[in-house]
């Protein structure tokens, strides 16, 4: 698997946002590169356009955790997305790159004939987040690859925190970003 250690948009779009993440800025920099590269091993044929998705779908996605640090960021991070796409004059992706912050964390299979990336990154990110116990028929080299080339860096250990902080915010659904 050829592991691409700068992606130009990923760069721009974390980049122009880096004083928010604070000191979590290189942890989630390092998550998104890993869900990426994951995204393009169950998806070795993306085209530019499928790829430039994916990227920012990447960058996103979580985003709307800081700098409020919250666990119910899934509104926050696609708002976040749509006003990007809409500067970009991309507002016609705006569905499809929705869909894949809003059901990144879904449990079951998203079967979607139109939007087929979703269910790629939807199990991209579960490869990540389960730090690769959730595999998905991905090769363990290529997990091991990936992790070596981007660090965890703390991310999970910051997920759980604020994760463990949200449980007393939301007690009847501890974890509101997670979807069946």
Not at 92 to 117: A, C
Not at 146 to 152: E, K
Not at 157 to 165: D, G, H, I, W, Y
Request: glycine share 6%.
């Amino acid at each position: 698997m050829n592991i691409e250690k700068n992606i130009p948009l990923l760069e721009n779009i974390l980049g122009a946002r880096r004083e928010m993440f604070g000191r979590d800025y290189e942890p989630y920099r390092n998550h998104v590169y890993r869900v990426l590269h994951f995204c393009f091993a169950f998806h070795d044929r993306a085209t530019v356009e499928e790829k430039e998705k994916l990227i920012i779908a990447g960058c996103f996605h979580d985003l709307g955790m800081w700098p409020g640090e919250v666990v119910d960021y899934l509104a926050p991070s696609i708002d976040l997305a749509k006003r990007y796409l809409i500067e970009q004059g991309k507002v016609q992706w705006s569905p499809e790159i929705e869909m894949m912050i809003d059901l990144h964390h879904k449990f079951r299979i998203v079967s979607n004939g139109k939007y087929p990336l979703v269910e790629i990154f939807r199990k991209g990110d579960w490869v990540d987040a389960s730090m690769g116990m959730r595999r998905f028929g991905l090769p363990k080299q290529i997990i091991k690859d990936v992790q070596d080339a981007f660090p965890n860096l703390g991310f999970h250990n910051n997920l759980v925190r604020l994760a463990t902080k949200e449980l007393f915010v939301y007690r009847r659904n501890p974890l509101p970003m997670m979807k069946w």
